[in-house]
């Protein structure tokens, strides 16, 4: 939802490559269609992304709707991939276009929907430390503010 209020301006043109600042370009692979890495546009990595992740919501062996049936065992795998990738939208936004956000009165919003996945994703260990560094600064304000002093990405 966040991503879709600056669509407008993460195009083709404007973000011809999927990054999170000079130092952080992402590629994108799903091991199935497409197998060797490509470089793509971030409009272009978030679509194939968000496609990529609902194949895996709606598939009934990785996300059992009922009780009976087991989570795969590469459960955890396939969900710290997800969440490793969904950071990176979040990294491309802030990077890219955090003054759009701010243009659109939307970082509150956006603070507060990175807030929550950076909880989460810390409580769960869903990402390592050092795909966060894109976004350390932020990360680690938020996390001193809600008292979790001795969370860092720098060790």
């Known amino acids: 939802m966040i991503y879709s209020a600056i669509t407008e301006f993460c195009t083709p043109t404007t973000c011809p490559v999927m990054s999170a600042g000079p130092k952080y370009e ?4 799903d091991g199935v269609k497409i197998k060797k890495a490509i470089n793509v546009s971030a409009p272009e990595y978030v679509d194939y992304l968000m ?8 598939d009934e062996t990785v996300f059992p709707s009922s009780g009976e049936t087991p989570f795969p065992k590469n459960f955890q795998s396939i969900v710290k991939s997800i969440f490793r990738r969904l950071f990176r939208v979040y990294a491309h936004v802030y990077h890219s276009h955090f003054d759009a956000v701010v243009a659109l009165q939307a970082e509150a919003h956006l603070n507060t929907s ?42």
């Open 26 to 29: 992402y590629l994108w692979a």
């Open 51 to 58: 496609n990529w992740v609902s194949r895996y919501l709606d």
């Open 114 to 155: 990175f807030r929550h996945f950076v909880y989460f994703v810390h409580e769960f260990q869903l990402v390592d430390k050092k795909e966060l560094v894109p976004m350390q600064d932020v990360i680690e304000g938020f996390l001193s503010i809600g008292g979790e002093e001795n969370f860092s990405l720098v060790e």
